[in-house]
């Protein structure tokens, strides 16, 4: 049974620190892995897809890694600001049972001013 | 274009009531899920749809029915409320599975007491 884990559950940094979000999951089997942001009250936004064949997505000041073979894959964001704050999750779509997406519980990230 | 829209967006239950939870996406998706989110946990699976007229369980189905008579509405029925359905609800949906990530709705807060 594939489990997602996201260290460390919360997370605080000044304002313009670059930070890094850690995600391992235990099958490699995967045909994708997704960031996915989450702030207070409302619903996940996505932010990044990786396909199980990448190795690494951008978008601005994110940048997403994936090694399937160590059951990794992190969140890199650049020159952090407040806006930041949210909780962030990862979550991984298996390669047979496809509807099977598997979340981590997050990790809080606060950017402080 | 709304995206997923969720009603309604909080709830108290009595136990042994029961309630149907809507959800709406305008963007012609053909795949939508339910997830419920408990406190500092994951998402988990409840009930999946590839498209009108079928429905499959995910990972937690018990306790919960569901329908897809159109493509864009997918409601999620609650019989018998349990106390153990405390949770916060979300839809989503996507246009495929694989390379296409899922759109969120802002999410149903449901109490059973």
């Known amino acids: 049974k594939q489990e997602v884990t996201q260290i460390p559950a919360a997370l605080s940094v000044p304002e313009g620190e670059n930070l890094v979000l850690n995600c391992s999951f235990t099958?490699?089997?995967?045909?994708?892995l997704q960031w996915f942001r989450q702030d207070p009250g409302k619903g996940l936004t996505s932010l990044l897809l990786?396909?199980?064949?990448?190795r690494e997505q951008t978008s601005g000041r994110l940048n997403a890694s994936l090694d399937k073979s160590s059951g990794r894959s992190t969140l890199y964001i650049a020159a952090s600001q407040p806006g930041d704050s949210a909780t962030y999750l990862c979550?991984?779509?298996?390669?047979?049972?496809?509807?099977?997406?598997?979340f981590g519980a997050g990790t809080r990230l606060t950017v402080k001013p | 274009n709304a995206g997923v829209t969720q009603t309604p967006k909080f709830r108290i239950l009595k136990i042994g009531q029961s309630m149907t939870l809507q959800c709406t996406q305008d963007?012609?998706?053909?795949?939508m899920y339910w997830y419920r989110q408990d406190p500092g946990m994951g998402l988990k699976l409840i009930y999946y749809s590839v498209g009108a007229g079928i429905t499959d369980k995910g990972e937690v189905p018990n306790g919960y029915n569901v329908s897809r008579s159109t493509t864009e509405d997918f409601p999620l029925r609650l019989e018998l409320a349990a106390p153990s359905q405390t949770s916060v609800y979300f839809c989503a949906s996507s246009y495929s599975r694989g390379l296409y990530e899922q759109y969120f709705g802002p999410g149903t807060r449901l109490t059973v007491t």
């Open positions: 979550a991984v779509e298996p390669f047979v049972k496809w509807h099977d997406m598997r």
């Open positions: 099958d490699s089997a995967i045909y994708n």
């Open positions: 990786i396909q199980s064949s990448q």
């Open positions: 963007m012609n998706h053909n795949y």
